[in-house]
């Protein structure tokens, strides 16, 4: 991921090169903002995303001509995508306005100083009827700096042929992967196990589904207690007990998901992208694909599964903050995350609107050509469950480097030796957090 150089608390330059490059995008996207046209402009940075067009669209004609939308659209890899703001914010680019920001980057903006705090009226719109999870993930220091867009959590599914129940605990769905095993059955349990940011999730996951903690509550030293360093010893057995896919120290979220469609296992751990690419790719199979919240770690206490997904934050740079505040929360109104969530597969962060059962087009019945939230997320109640009990990544401007740290060390997973693995962990940790801020 490449060395990271501190920004202090405005963002320092990271370095001549990294200026220029900046100064040249600021150039360019200060007469983006003019408009050849002399309109106000509003300059959207968001990942890619098939119909988020549409939703801009949207607000464009909700704005009555006051203002115009455009989105800049970022690249497809997470990593670029908070390489290019964090340079063009560094080298002082006033050009951008609203921010598509993964929910492990807030701190990290807002402690730089790139992002501005959402308060009084913008805080009210911005927090009302969202899911206390997703709320947690836009939130630096007990202060508000971005409106939840979509959020995501990981189900555990299953193939009812296999398994006609889902098991409710990791050692029973362990004991349950051994016996398939044994019968010559699909047995494998599926998860990202490849050294990247997806083997951290799961990890995290473990962890709070032990009640155990990687860092203090205000995110500024390492504790990786009790509960973390079981969740150690968990992801060793379930590693090297026999029963992962023996592409696991390979395997992303698409590769899990793939080795579940072909019939290659018998349990996947995956977020809910999954089941439309099932029912696109096997019709004919899809209402044996089932699916639960994820199993118990300590039988009796439900998981705290990890989320992810977007949030939306206005640039401190921005010639335009009363527009941006206005465009963001425009992008993620309850309208347009229904539509985001049946269009692109991206969970709303505004519990109302699962229960929103009104089809796209609303003159015409609910079908498959016209869906409603009902038709494209019959798992939205388990959805539910796992947001309102879920677990947030660890709230810090360090985080990028505590990633790298955590994922190297985690790999692969059936080497980890629980003490000592928590000892390395505590020591490489303590290290990444010396860093505020920082850029790539």
């Not at 001509?65 to 002082?92: P, S």
């Not at 996951?205 to 150690?232: C, F, Q, R, Y």
């Not at 992303?252 to 790719?281: C, H, I, M």
């Not at 790999?411 to 003490?419: E, G, H, N, Q, R």
Request: charged share 20%; hydrophobic share 35%; net charge negative.
């Amino acid at each position: 991921m490449g060395k990271r150089i501190g920004a202090g608390k405005r963002g320092r330059s990271p370095g001549r090169t990294a200026v220029l490059l900046g100064a040249g995008a600021l150039v360019t996207g200060m007469l983006a903002g003019c408009g050849s046209g002399g309109g106000l402009k509003i300059n959207v940075y968001y990942a890619p995303e098939d119909s988020f067009q549409k939703v801009v669209d949207n607000c464009n004609k909700a704005a009555g001509g006051r203002y115009e939308i455009v989105y800049n659209k970022l690249q497809r890899g997470a990593d670029d995508q908070r390489l290019q703001m964090a340079r063009r914010l560094a080298a002082g680019d006033s050009a951008m306005d609203v921010l598509g920001l993964d929910v492990t980057w807030v701190s990290e903006f807002a402690e730089a100083g790139w992002v501005e705090e959402w308060t009084d009226e913008h805080k009210a719109a911005a927090t009302e009827g969202v899911l206390q999870g997703p709320l947690e993930t836009a939130t630096h220091n007990g202060k508000l700096y971005a409106a939840t867009k979509n959020t995501n959590v990981q189900l555990l599914w299953y193939d009812d042929r296999i398994t006609p129940t889902p098991p409710k605990t990791w050692d029973e769905m362990i004991q349950t992967s051994k016996d398939l095993k044994q019968r010559g059955k699909p047995y494998s349990i599926v998860f990202t196990g490849a050294q990247y940011e997806g083997l951290v999730v799961f990890y995290n996951t473990l962890v709070n589904s032990m009640g155990g903690h990687i860092l203090s509550e205000d995110g500024k030293s390492v504790v990786l207690d009790d509960g973390a360093v079981k969740a150690l010893a968990l992801l060793k057995t379930i590693a090297s007990s026999g029963i992962t896919d023996p592409s696991l120290t390979n395997s992303k979220e698409d590769d899990v998901r793939q080795t579940f469609q072909r019939g290659d296992a018998a349990f996947q751990l995956n977020w809910p992208f999954v089941y439309a690419s099932y029912a696109k790719e096997k019709p004919q199979d899809v209402s044996h694909m089932k699916w639960a919240v994820y199993p118990e770690a300590i039988p009796g206490t439900p998981a705290k599964t990890t989320i992810g997904g977007y949030d939306l934050a206005v640039s401190s740079l921005s010639a335009h903050k009363p527009e941006a505040f206005e465009a963001a929360l425009c992008l993620r109104n309850a309208d347009n995350q229904k539509f985001s969530a049946i269009n692109d597969g991206v969970p709303p962060t505004i519990e109302s609107v699962y229960h929103n059962d009104a089809p796209l087009d609303p003159s015409k019945p609910a079908s498959a050509d016209n869906p409603n939230m009902a038709l494209k997320y019959p798992m939205r109640d388990a959805i539910i469950d796992a947001i309102k009990d879920a677990a947030v990544r660890p709230l810090t401007p360090a985080y990028q480097n505590m990633s790298t740290v955590m994922s190297k060390v985690l790999s692969p997973p059936a080497d980890i030796d629980p003490k000592a693995t928590a000892d390395k962990l505590r020591e490489q940790l303590g290290d990444a957090l010396q860093s505020k801020g920082v850029i790539p």
